[in-house]
């Protein structure tokens, strides 16, 4: 994993291009095990990172290929992310865990780093996490399996016959209007 020492970015900003094996990678996973994808190839990381006083700001830009899963028809498939990413990050203050402490809208839209390092990796990975389609989908008109029978209706109808349900509204189009 790739992690950056404040020491090391000097006053004028540093321009960083690094590599994450799917080997490595998995072993990020392993900590998320909610996490239904695997990298299918190496993830490609670019940052600009420079101080400003006490925050670190970083531009950034992820790219990889993802194994999913479609949520239709379970057929797994290749799904490209290449996603663009602007943080600011905070020293982390050290708090007694029995204190409360009330954050503030910077907090909420800040990041933070524990000691005198980033680890540049874990980002990368967030903004990855954070690309992934809440439903994804094989192609955006997947018509997913038959529940009868769950046949890929993608390759074709089946031979089930399908009952039409009635909605408690069915009565009212026998109404007629005056």
């Not at 800040?110 to 990796?121: A, D």
């Amino acid at each position: 994993m790739f992690t950056l020492k404040l020491d090391d970015i000097p006053a004028e900003g540093l321009n960083l291009n690094w590599t994450e094996e799917r080997s490595s990678l998995s072993t990020y996973l392993e900590n998320f095990p909610q996490i239904d994808f695997g990298f299918e190839g190496p993830l490609q990381s670019e940052a600009r990172v420079w101080k400003a006083g006490q925050s670190v700001l970083i531009n950034g830009g992820v790219q990889t290929t993802l194994q999913l899963q479609c949520v239709r028809c379970l057929k797994e498939f290749s799904y490209l992310i290449s996603s663009t990413f602007e943080l600011t990050l905070l020293p982390l203050k050290e708090t007694s865990s029995t204190e409360e402490t009330e954050l503030g809208k910077e907090d909420m839209e800040s990041n933070f780093y524990p000691g005198g390092e980033i680890h540049l990796s874990e980002i990368a990975c967030e903004q990855i996490f954070l690309e992934i389609p809440f439903k994804p989908l094989c192609q955006e008109d997947c018509k997913g399996l038959c529940p009868t029978c769950g046949k890929d209706l993608n390759l074709g109808s089946c031979e089930c016959v399908k009952e039409e349900f009635g909605s408690g509204f069915s009565a009212l189009q026998k109404l007629k209007l005056h």
